[in-house]
């Protein structure tokens, strides 16, 4: 019912920056938090950052003052700025909405997107 499509990936050189958008589509449901997080090979999935309907965000330690969340609640789409990356933060990013499905009976679901690789070169 929901699907959640990411773009904005790619290689980037160690200083730089780039800009991931996901975009919600679908029919019947109502998005709360929206998030993206992160796996690096043989690692975990982690958090990087998170936004509420209403703005409030926060943020891995790992990126704070590097990485920017926001979102067009218009257009269901949440966006990550990224500056100043580093090589560690080569992963591939996922995007992620908790939504209430809104018909025909009210329940909430958790949706992913299906990735994009950013990579950080030295």
């Known amino acids: 019912q929901v699907q959640l499509v990411e773009s904005g990936g790619g290689l980037v050189q160690a200083g730089g920056s780039l800009r991931l958008s996901c975009a919600a589509s679908?029919?019947?449901?109502?998005?709360?938090?929206m998030a993206w997080y992160r796996q690096a090979p043989g690692k975990r999935r982690e958090l990087v950052a998170a936004?509420?309907?209403?703005?409030?965000?926060n943020y891995a330690d790992s990126v704070k003052d590097r990485f920017t969340i926001s979102r067009d609640n218009a257009k269901n789409t949440v966006y990550l700025q990224m500056n100043s990356l580093k090589p560690e933060d080569t992963a591939v990013f996922y995007c992620?909405?908790?939504?209430?499905?809104?018909?025909?009976?009210?329940?909430?679901?958790?949706?992913w997107g299906q990735g994009t690789q950013v990579t950080v070169s030295s």
């Open positions: 992620n909405a908790r939504v209430v499905i809104t018909t025909p009976v009210p329940y909430e679901s958790t949706y």
């Open positions: 679908g029919s019947g449901f109502k998005i709360n938090a």
């Open positions: 936004i509420t309907t209403g703005g409030s965000t």
